[in-house]
């Protein structure tokens, strides 16, 4: 059995603190990090000690201490931080962001509170109980297809790989029921606390998402306290957006938005880009009426 | 028909609420209207047409109610989340267009600057860099004419050596698009005021400033 590892790469002062899904190797955000640090942020995607495959699981206390050392460590090198999460690594963000406020900006890929997508049989509330039976230690959540791919070639290319090993480049093959339990307890305490997020954020989702439906992101695009909000929608991929048919586009808007927070955040208007397209210097008026009309 | 408040309710319930509690409200609906309103009343251990009747015809209205008002939230939902794909999509897209129109304009300026130089290519002065790095990307784009490392992010053009030194100074402190005057050496050496130009290029290697001898 291979053990994940860790990816960084290095850029300019602008961090981007990468976390990956459940039970999950770095792998799965490896396009991702590579495209932002061709647009010259340094990316770290970390292995997390009892969050990643391959580790004894341990509680959702223990995960968000380890990804805070990892913001720590790269907020006393870097000018500045950003999270980025992608499923239940995005709950993790959030309540990064939320023990850590000075964070730049938050980026939700793919944002899991709750295990609630199409592909996500109605009976699936029996697992939350199986945790307190003895089956706990022995029975792990398997992935089965469509494994969060709307791409076909890249689904048969990955069922090839999760039977060799353990974790692919779209997640794990199984998942502990521990680590599920876990997971429920970090979502539940992320949702008490967005009200107070007042990072910029970024959220990108998935409507056909088989994982997680759309209602993850609309419940904290309504809920959450920054006052520079993104959500984009994207309806040609599932739940893997970083692997999809549609990484591309998440990967550029997410270059985008990162260097747009930080642009807004620095004080000074050299990196930022004038409004020329006319249509656009509309459209930005109305959403500007539209965010007094809600305050 | 005794179950019509419920059928109703149950219908309200479906729309505001969702499939499960509409299904809720209907089965308790059932019982209490055949406990309530079905004769003999207030008894449940009778059963006879009347019962039968309820039995049959108020399930089958509320469910037909409750499916089809399911089946249009939930095509109602779909559209709602088509609609905003569309949304994030024109703003992508929108973006984009400011992008390429920017780049555009970049090009447009670019190809300014590079004809007014080489129009202008015996009379000019000086090419100022308004941003600190612009003349180490202008090596990158080998712009003629432009020399990296020079003070004060200037790059001498061939008059420059005429100009007086003060003046130069002065210029290169405070240089604004408009005419200027400068004193500047002839060709008998002694020096003379003389009408300059300077005109303003956004280019995508950053602002320059462009000083030449008026026409």
Request: charged share 25%.
């Amino acid at each position: 059995m291979s053990q994940p590892t860790s990816l960084f790469l290095a850029g300019d002062d602008h961090a981007v603190l990468m976390l990956h899904g459940l039970s999950s190797s770095p792998l799965e955000l490896r396009f991702l990090a590579r495209y932002l640090n061709a647009e010259g942020f340094t990316t770290c995607a970390p292995v997390l000690p009892g969050y990643s495959a391959g580790s004894e699981e341990a509680a959702m206390e223990a995960w968000l201490d380890a990804a805070v050392r990892e913001y720590d460590a790269l907020a006393a090198r870097f000018a500045h931080v950003s999270i980025c999460g992608l499923s239940i690594g995005a709950a993790l963000a959030l309540a990064l962001a939320h023990r850590r406020p000075a964070a730049r900006s938050l980026v939700l890929l793919s944002l899991t509170l709750s295990y609630d997508g199409w592909a996500i049989p109605w009976y699936r509330f029996l697992l939350s109980w199986a945790y307190f039976t003895p089956l706990r230690k022995r029975w792990r959540y398997r992935e089965e297809a469509p494994f969060g791919l709307r791409n076909e070639a890249l689904r048969a290319k990955i069922a090839r790989a999760m039977q060799r090993s353990d974790f692919s480049e779209v997640g794990p093959s199984t998942i502990s029921l521990p680590a599920l339990h876990e997971a429920s307890r970090l979502a539940a305490s992320v949702r008490t606390q967005v009200r107070d997020i007042k990072t910029d954020c970024l959220i990108v989702h998935a409507i056909d998402d088989e994982t997680s439906s759309p209602r993850n992101a609309r419940f904290v695009a309504a809920n959450i306290g920054a006052a520079f909000l993104r959500t984009i929608w994207l309806d040609d991929s599932y739940h893997m957006i970083t692997s999809d048919n549609e990484r591309e586009i998440v990967a550029r808007e997410t270059a985008l938005f990162l260097r747009e927070s930080e642009v807004a955040h620095g004080g000074d208007d050299s990196g930022k880009q004038p409004v020329v397209s006319k249509a656009l210097a509309r459209r930005l008026r109305q959403l500007a009426a539209l965010g007094k009309e809600r305050v | 028909m005794p179950g019509t408040a419920f059928c109703i309710a149950a219908a309200l319930v479906e729309y505001f609420c969702g499939l499960a509690p509409a299904l809720a409200v209907m089965l308790l609906g059932l019982g209490i209207a055949d406990y309530l309103f079905v004769p003999p009343y207030a008894a449940i251990t009778v059963f006879n047409s009347a019962d039968l009747v309820l039995l049959i015809s108020y399930p089958l209205v509320t469910l037909l109610v409750i499916v089809l008002i399911e089946r249009l939230r939930r095509s109602q939902f779909r559209a709602e989340l088509i609609a905003s794909v569309a949304q994030s999509r024109y703003e992508m897209l929108l973006r984009h267009d400011n992008e390429r129109l920017l780049a555009r304009r970049a090009v447009d300026e670019t190809h300014r600057l590079l004809r007014h130089l080489s129009h202008h290519h015996r009379t000019f002065i000086f090419i100022q860099a308004l941003e600190r790095d612009a003349l180490q990307q202008v090596d990158d784009v080998r712009t003629p004419g432009l020399l990296p490392r020079l003070p004060n992010e200037i790059a001498p053009g061939p008059r420059f050596a005429d100009v007086d030194t003060e003046d130069i100074q002065r210029l290169s402190k405070a240089l604004w698009p408009g005419s200027h005057r400068v004193r500047m050496k002839g060709a008998d050496g002694a020096s003379r005021l003389t009408e300059c130009m300077c005109e303003r290029f956004t280019t995508h290697a950053g602002e320059f400033l462009v000083l030449r001898i008026g026409d």
